[in-house]
Antibody, heavy 122, light 107 residues
Framework: VQLLESGGGLVQPGGSLRLSCAAS????????MSWVRQAPGKGLEWVSS????????YHADSVKGRLTISRDNSQNTLYLQMNSLRAEDTAVYYC????????????????WGQGTLVTVSS | DIQMTQSPSTLSASVGDRVTITCRAS??????LAWYQQKPGKAPKLLIY???GLESGVPSRFSGRGSGTEFTLTISSLQPDDFATYYC?????????FGQGTKVEIK
């Protein structure tokens, strides 16, 4: 299993960014996926999850309406569209795989990518 | 949201010590709890799932116990590779939450 995030960088407050996570080594279309972030020197925060089909999505209250998870199963790629970015969104963003298909399943994260850093600053 | 509280925040120990980290949930989460290990600059690594299930490839010196609201992660004999930060995570709801972390330092 390999998860490779990309798309991070420096963006001004109010700006937009799209993160990607390229998956390989497993049947991507069979598993739910998530984004988890970690602000510099801080703990882990779940951001969003999506079912295997992409039909169900879930977002943390802190990002609802601004960050949107999606996936392209034909390209084995997970996305996070980030709009109206704030300084408090500055973090390393990890994509993570769940060993189940429903985005709301009772499950841990069994594989993580290496992360991509998003910095929101003027 | 379910709040997860870990203790202690920092733990100083020596190689060979038995160490235990506690994680408490603000409401019952049955056994829907995982433990992760994270080293600086690296992604978290799954150690324990469903409170006591040892992830494949994880050394048997790691063990998890608990159900409901109180859980523990125990390292039976601390090894040099175990100095890291440990996080618990509940998945009783889709809004998965993590504890604040416990840093295990060299004494």
């Amino acid at each position: 299993v390999q998860l490779l995030e990309s798309g991070g960088g420096l963006v001004q407050p109010g700006g937009s960014l799209r993160l990607s996570c390229a998956a390989s080594g497993f049947t991507f279309s069979s598993y739910a996926m998530s984004w988890v972030r970690q602000a510099p020197g801080k703990g882990l925060e779940w951001v969003s999850s999506i079912s295997a089909s992409g039909g169900s999505t879930y977002h943390a209250d802190s990002v609802k309406g601004r960050l949107t998870i999606s996936r392209d199963n034909s390209q084995n790629t997970l996305y996070l569209q980030m709009n109206s970015l704030r300084a408090e969104d500055t973090a390393v963003y990890y994509c993570a795989k769940l060993p189940c298909s429903a985005g709301s399943c009772y499950s841990h994260f069994d594989y993580w990518g290496q992360g991509t850093l998003v910095t929101v600053s003027s | 949201d379910i709040q997860m509280t870990q203790s202690p925040s920092t733990l100083s120990a020596s190689v060979g010590d038995r160490v235990t980290i506690t994680c408490r949930a603000s409401q019952s989460i049955s056994s829907w709890l995982a433990w992760y290990q994270q080293k600086p600059g690296k992604a978290p690594k799954l150690l324990i799932y469903k409170a006591s299930g040892l992830e494949s490839g994880v050394p048997s010196r790691f063990s998890g116990r608990g159900s409901g609201t109180e859980f523990t992660l125990t390292i039976s004999s601390l090894q040099p590779d175990d100095f890291a930060t440990y996080y618990c995570q509940q998945y009783n709801s889709y809004s998965r939450t993590f504890g604040q972390g416990t840093k295990v330092e060299i004494k």
